[in-house]
């Protein structure tokens, strides 16, 4: 894969997960790409980090994947007052 398609993914995933999560891809990482050319995995190293949702291209962060988020998502059963 060229540099300028590492770079754009790069971008999306510091847009869609911070910034800080560019500290932790130092590392090579590896695209898969499918035989019609659009994108299917993203490895770093030898584990697979996120997998690339078919129907938008959003990259979906495996276990490995949502350990390199500094994110917390705190879920309630109760409904948010408006």
Do not use: C, N, W
Not at 1 to 8: G, P, S
Not at 13 to 37: A, C, H, N, Q, W
Not at 47 to 56: E, G, M, Q, V, Y
């Amino acid at each position: 894969m060229d540099q300028f398609t590492k770079d754009i993914i790069r971008g999306v995933l510091s847009y869609i997960y911070g910034p800080s999560i560019l500290k932790k891809l130092d590392g090579e990482f590896r695209i898969e790409v499918s035989r019609t050319g659009g994108l299917r995995r993203i490895y770093l190293g030898d584990k697979l980090i996120f997998t690339i949702r078919a129907s938008d291209g959003h990259p979906l962060p495996t276990l490995e994947g949502a350990r390199l988020i500094d994110k917390v998502v705190i879920v309630s059963r109760e409904p948010r007052p408006s």
